[in-house]
C-alpha cells in the first residue's frame, strides 16, 4: 500500500508563499502523474496542478501564473510552490497519484491545510 504524506501548509498573509511538498513511500511518481487537488468548505474537491512521467504539466486557470509543480525522483516527491497567495486560495490541498492504467488505484494524501488571512 503506497502512502503518500503532505506538508507545508499553514496560515500565511495574502501575497505571501507557501511549498507544499508530498512524499511517497515509494517510488510511484516515475510512473504515476502527480497531483495537486483542494477542497475548501462547502465546496467540491478541484484540480490544481498535475505533472506527468514525462514532464508534461497542467494548472487550473485560477493559478497559472502563481503556482508551480515540480517532482523530484530521488526523493519520491511532488512539490506545489505557491506565490501571490489570494483569500481564495484557501483550502485543504490534497496530493493524488494518478494511476496510468485504469484497473491500477489511485492514491491520496491526507490533506494540509492552507490558510490566507489577513
Known amino acids: 500500500q503506497v502512502q503518500l504524506v503532505e506538508s507545508g501548509g499553514g496560515l500565511v498573509q495574502p501575497g505571501e508563499s507557501l511549498r507544499l511538498s508530498c512524499v511517497a513511500s515509494g517510488s510511484i511518481f516515475r510512473f504515476y502523474i502527480g497531483g495537486w487537488y483542494r477542497q475548501a468548505p462547502g465546496k467540491q474537491r478541484d484540480l490544481v496542478a498535475t505533472i506527468t512521467p514525462g514532464d508534461r504539466i497542467n494548472y487550473a486557470d485560477s493559478v497559472k501564473g502563481r503556482f508551480t509543480i515540480s517532482r523530484d525522483n530521488a526523493k519520491n516527491a511532488v512539490f506545489l510552490q505557491m506565490n501571490s497567495l489570494k483569500p481564495e486560495d484557501t483550502a485543504v490541498y490534497y496530493c493524488?497519484?494518478?494511476?496510468?492504467?485504469?484497473?491500477?488505484?489511485?492514491?491520496w494524501g491526507q490533506g494540509t491545510q492552507v490558510t490566507v488571512s489577513s
Open positions: 493524488n497519484a494518478d494511476s496510468p492504467i485504469a484497473s491500477m488505484p489511485d492514491y
